[in-house]
């Protein structure tokens, strides 16, 4: 395989965690989303339900600057740093598709990891939100823009870098596409066929 | 064909344009690239030569405040309504790739349209400018960060949106995948096969 280790950023209600789970499943190598989550959780000391939402919370930086001392980080930053090394062994340990957290950043140094990201119009995403997650919301376009305005605040007060940048990522896909299409081709690219 | 009209959005050096190229020529449709310039001076009066490097000036926003008669526009803004009517013409025409020029924007209502953009890791558009193009300067990287920074402007001025933000583009590859690749991605997805 060209692309052993997959990385896939996405936005809420996009159905890029469906993609993940049918390129995995489709090139027969481990998911790390919800087992993610578990193996941080053993790393860090951390309840599954704290690390689930991280990269939906607000940075708060008000609080950020009262810890100087390394050895006493602020909750988000340990956090951070287990869910690096998390995502270091894992793919270390040979093939696997990686779901948000950074993966792409952590493991840019490497040449053999395809970094791919997944978004899809708002219409479509209000639609998967409401209608296939079931997640009740007075406003959904206010609640999603909300979010990605988290994710990209997590995202880029870690990476230094802009979340949602075409730059950052090998491929970028909407969903508008159609999900098996998309599986396909990363599932194409990966393989390197 | 499921997407007929195709726009492709490209940094400097990234290899877009031979990729639109090769787009067009197995799908045997025209490539609006140096045609299109040609007709956007027959339709605009303006000189090719001015035309070409539009999207790399800078917007002279000083001067900008003092045209406030539209009949009077300046030439900036006299040029991108000129463009914007060719690029509704001749993706009205029938299918064809069409370059640069914000014609992702301009074209946005439809949805027979795929938008495409193309970059590449800075050290392989170096090399591109430097050894395909024998482009000369003196620090190229320096060169290609001020052409990002100008055609962003430019793009963004007109469009309200952020050049080469994810979420515009229907797909977005890094030519790092190989040109081939990239190509046959394309014409794939434009086929809706």
């Not at 692309?3 to 027969?28: C, F, N, W």
């Not at 930086?61 to 995502?87: C, H, T």
């Not at 970094?115 to 708002?122: G, K, L, N, Q, R």
């Amino acid at each position: 395989m060209r692309y052993p280790v997959i990385t896939i950023g996405r936005q809420h209600g996009s159905g890029g965690r469906t993609v993940a789970e049918m390129v995995a499943k489709k090139l027969d190598i481990p998911l790390y989303d919800k087992l993610l989550i578990q193996l941080i959780a053993k790393e860090s000391g951390f309840a599954e339900e704290y690390i689930k939402d991280t990269d939906m919370r607000r940075i708060q930086s008000f609080f950020y600057g009262m810890y100087i001392d390394s050895r006493n980080l602020p909750l988000e930053d340990q956090l951070y740093i287990a869910q690096s090394k998390v995502i270091k062994e894992v793919s270390d340990k040979g093939p696997c598709v990686i779901v948000g957290r950074c993966a792409d950043y952590v493991l840019r140094e490497r040449t053999d990891v395809l970094h791919v990201f997944i978004h899809a119009p708002m219409e479509e995403r209000i639609e998967r939100v409401r209608d296939t997650y079931h997640e009740i919301e007075k406003d959904y376009k206010k609640y999603l823009t909300k979010l990605d305005k988290q994710r990209a605040n997590y995202y880029n007060h870690y990476t230094g870098r802009k979340w949602g940048s075409s730059d950052i990522y090998d491929l970028v896909y909407s969903t508008d596409l159609g999900i098996e299409a998309v599986v396909d081709s990363i599932v194409h690219f990966a393989k390197g066929e």
